[in-house]
């Protein structure tokens, strides 16, 4: 049995962790080997059977692949969206080659640039784009049974929600609280299908950033928009967490405030070694914040994987 709902609210800037749930097998981050992630751009990897700067492996066209696709498929070194390493790199330490080969932690990268949630609710950015709702029937048909994901060695990442809320932003027929609701129930549909399929253990759950403060947006009359439409999308994404970690005792369900984390970098960029945070440089300078006009740099991700570490660290106290 586990012991679920505000166990605990980490506060403070350093705290950004919420945990909703803890199960009976507890988290413990240097005991995690597998690490699965299923997302967008800003968690994606590039893989040599990927889809080049879209994804680890596969695409709409090319949706299935064999075991020894997958096992033998390598990370490509400094391919993601910062022009660099992803935060998810950062985190495990896995930046290049085959992730079985990856220690202490490796990394299984399902995430591909420009999905949204489901595409039966927003269309594709590409015809071969691949949702997050098909990222994870992806895995299960073709993947669940040939990386294994032991509950206690293994942690499964869900970031998902920025191109969602950029991609209806200009949509004047919208509700846009009753929208993020019929995400939610795509996204955690996908959700039970991964634990359907025994993909267990512990899972995070990482909101949208305040992207109203990227190059593209900031200072548009559709900002303030944009900035309460993330909110109300992630405040969406919080409810149907703490009820997906009510109705599933036996799962480690963490989540991590991308919103605060992203508004406190740049509020505080000089802190950070940032002297630049509204315009952009598809360069390796360390001083700008934004890659592009929407990602931001290898440095970001570097930061923001090592404060995500040092939450799951606390959280492995639980």
């Not at 990856?102 to 590409?126: I, N």
């Not at 509204?278 to 923001?304: E, I, K, M, S």
Request: with cysteine; proline share 4%; aromatic share 14%.
């Amino acid at each position: 049995m586990a012991t679920c709902s505000k166990l605990s609210h980490l506060r403070g800037l350093c705290s950004l962790a919420l945990v909703l749930c803890t199960a009976t097998a507890a988290f413990h981050w240097d005991h995690t080997k597998y690490v699965y992630a299923f997302g967008d751009s800003y968690t994606f990897v590039q893989g040599t059977q990927g889809y080049p700067t879209f994804s680890f492996i596969g695409n709409a066209f090319n949706f299935s692949f064999t075991p020894e696709e997958l096992v033998n498929n390598e990370i490509v070194a400094n391919a993601s969206s910062s022009g660099g390493s992803s935060w998810l790199e950062f985190l495990t330490g896995c930046f290049e080659g085959k992730p079985s080969d990856c220690a202490p932690h490796q990394l299984w990268d399902f995430a591909f640039a420009g999905a949204d949630v489901d595409k039966a609710l927003l269309p594709l950015h590409h015809n071969f784009s691949v949702d997050l709702v098909d990222q994870v029937r992806q895995w299960a048909l073709y993947a669940a049974d040939v990386v294994p994901h032991p509950p206690e060695k293994t942690l499964t990442a869900f970031w998902i929600g920025i191109n969602d809320t950029g991609d209806t932003l200009r949509n004047t027929t919208l509700d846009f609280k009753s929208f993020w609701q019929l995400e939610m129930r795509s996204l955690f549909g996908a959700v039970q299908n991964a634990y359907d399929h025994h993909l267990r253990g512990t899972y995070l759950f990482v909101n949208v950033p305040p992207l109203e403060r990227s190059p593209s947006h900031i200072g548009t009359s559709t900002a303030p928009l944009y900035k309460q439409n993330i909110i109300d999308y992630n405040t969406a994404l919080l409810q149907h967490v703490a009820h997906f970690a009510e109705t599933h005792r036996d799962v480690n369900v963490l989540t991590f405030d991308a919103h605060t984390w992203f508004n406190h970098v740049l509020d505080k960029a000089a802190d950070y070694g940032f002297t630049n945070i509204t315009g952009f440089c598809q360069c390796a300078d360390p001083t700008f914040f934004w890659y592009n006009t929407g990602h931001p740099t290898a440095h970001v991700h570097r930061l923001l994987g090592g404060a995500i570490e040092a939450e799951l660290k606390r959280a492995s106290s639980f």
